[in-house]
């Protein structure tokens, strides 16, 4: 144990606690989460915005040991408190997404235009406190994972982190492939997170997906001009091989062999079949098992690759539950799973120890 309290992991957990049941500052922790409570681009439903609350809150449910790789609490666990900034920037972009669509329905371009540009400057202010913050703890030397919110509200943190280890590779597990660009005219949208990051962070080498379901003609264009910098296993394809006997581990190591030493994990929940995340922002039928996703980041970490840092996205507990109520917890409690098999073999991928 590395903070010198007196936590035990076993015991039941006070619901005031922090992340993973434990009150731990950032400052002593070797992993800070980030929480973007910010989905003001969400086109089809919102809800992302409360994911890191419900996770945090689905967290104390877990137990910390973990069998394949050991106690990650034991490193320390943080997640920082929710800014006021992203949560304000959230109100104001969904009322002039909302605004904006409006406009577009009525054809009234003009209006149209200064609605797109509000939910723009909100985006940016997101953009500006992610960079920041992300930046700021990846210059101490943590491993830092952001939580959104909607995709595109992660995308700061995807540059900082390619500013640190330029060259990365980026997995990205999604039933879309985000390469649309400003979708619905919304420069910083969910649907328009990849697309940016090829546009705006030439440090990164490569994006690598899995999962992808659910695109338009155009983004598959995208894919096949990129000189191999966007590499896409579609899901239709892998779906069709594992009906005709070829397993999963397999197409999971042909994956990873398309990444770069240095991975960077994004991870968007509705990658997973939907049974698995049944209230985010758009859902697919298909998708990744549990046990598939987690066997991926396993085999980035057990290739000798090293996992630089996470999001995790669109996890968006039940809308009909409130505050507090733990009835229906699902989502966040996949979400949260999720997000510690992330930080276990992360910090396996970066121990020196084998
Ligand atoms: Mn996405």
């Not at 980026?170 to 879309?176: Q, V």
């Not at 400003?182 to 990849?194: I, L, P």
């Not at 069709?240 to 991870?267: C, K």
Request: a negative charge; proline letters at 6%.
């Amino acid at each position: 144990m590395s903070a010198g309290d007196d936590f035990d992991p076993a015991a039941a957990v006070p619901s005031d606690a922090g992340i993973f049941g434990r009150n731990i500052s950032p400052e002593q922790a070797a992993v800070v989460l980030v929480p973007v409570p910010f989905d003001g681009t969400a086109s089809y439903r919102p809800g992302a915005a409360d994911g890191p609350r419900a996770m945090l809150r689905a967290s104390h449910q877990i137990d910390l040991f973990d069998l394949e790789t050991g106690s990650p609490w034991e490193a320390g666990i943080a997640m920082l408190e929710e800014s006021e900034v992203v949560r304000a920037a959230c109100r104001t972009a969904r009322e002039a997404a909302g605004r904006a669509r409006q406009a577009s329905e009525d054809g009234a371009d003009a209006e149209q235009e200064v609605h797109q540009e509000s939910v723009d400057e909100a985006c940016r202010r997101v953009n500006d406190y992610v960079g920041n913050t992300v930046d700021e703890w990846l210059a101490r030397g943590k491993l830092v994972g952001t939580l959104g919110g909607d995709h595109g509200s992660v995308f700061a943190a995807i540059a900082a982190h390619a500013g640190r280890y330029p060259g990365m590779g980026i997995l990205h597990i999604d039933a879309h492939a985000d390469l649309r660009p400003a979708y619905e005219g919304f420069t910083w949208s969910h649907a328009s997170v990849m697309h940016n990051v090829l546009q705006r962070a030439a440090d990164v080498s490569r994006i690598v997906q899995v999962g992808v379901r659910d695109f338009s003609e155009q983004e598959y264009r995208v894919i096949e001009g990129s000189g191999g910098r966007v590499r896409t296993h579609f899901w239709p394809d892998l779906g069709r091989e594992r009906l005709r006997g070829t397993p999963f581990s397999e197409q999971a190591a042909r994956v990873v062999a398309d990444l770069p030493d240095d991975v960077y994990v994004s991870f968007d929940i509705d990658g997973l079949s939907p049974e698995l995340c049944p209230h985010t922002g758009t859902p697919v039928p298909g998708g990744l098992s549990f046990d598939e996703a987690v066997h991926l980041i396993r085999e980035v970490a057990e290739s000798g690759r090293r996992i630089v840092g996470f999001d995790l996205v669109e996890v968006a507990p039940n809308p009909s539950g409130d505050a507090g109520d733990e009835s229906d917890e699902w989502d966040a409690n996949v979400g949260m799973r999720i997000l510690y098999k992330l930080i276990g073999w992360a910090l396996r991928s970066q121990s020196t120890v084998p």
